[in-house]
């Protein structure tokens, strides 16, 4: 791999683990209290249970999409999207969580491999190629990790 390269990967893991100039996910959900998960604020759409559990669908599905020829997406909206604002255990919350930070390191490996050609199109989609992937999970990851940040203010539960 080019030093060129080895930057750009560097930056790009930065990206997907780091907040830089702003919170992290694990730092958005991070003690927050377990009768807050499924509230949903006067005014807002969804709570933050349904953001967490969007994020690891969108996430599942940009990682698949990436290593497999043959995914299939769940159908938009609804496949995106828990129908209830409440996480139905705390196991599914937990679980929710560990796959979030599973695909994240696994999409990492995916662009650490030795012989990775970021801008390589995919043999399937029209035209994406990992550098696009990479910087979609970043970019929607952030817009939803400031959206919990929003909702736990409105809830009394950020510092």
Do not use: C
């Amino acid at each position: 791999m080019s030093k060129a390269n080895k930057e750009l990967v560097k930056s790009l893991k930065e990206l997907l683990t780091g907040g830089n100039a702003h919170a992290t996910f694990e730092d958005a959900v991070k003690q927050l209290p377990a009768k807050l998960r499924g509230v949903v604020p006067d005014g807002m759409p969804y709570s933050i249970w349904q953001l967490v559990d969007h994020i690891r669908i969108t996430q599942w599905d940009i990682l698949e999409f990436s290593r497999d020829p043959k995914h299939t997406s769940p159908s938009w909206p609804e496949g995106y999207w828990p129908e209830k604002p409440e996480p139905p255990s705390e196991a599914a919350w937990k679980d929710a969580l560990h796959q979030i930070k599973k695909n994240n390191e696994e999409f990492i490996t995916l662009l650490e491999a030795p012989d990775v050609d970021l801008f390589a199109p995919f043999s399937h989609g029209d035209g994406q190629h990992l550098l696009r992937e990479a910087l979609l999970i970043g970019d929607h990851t952030s817009y939803h990790t400031g959206e919990i940040i929003v909702l736990r203010r409105l809830l009394g539960a950020w510092k």
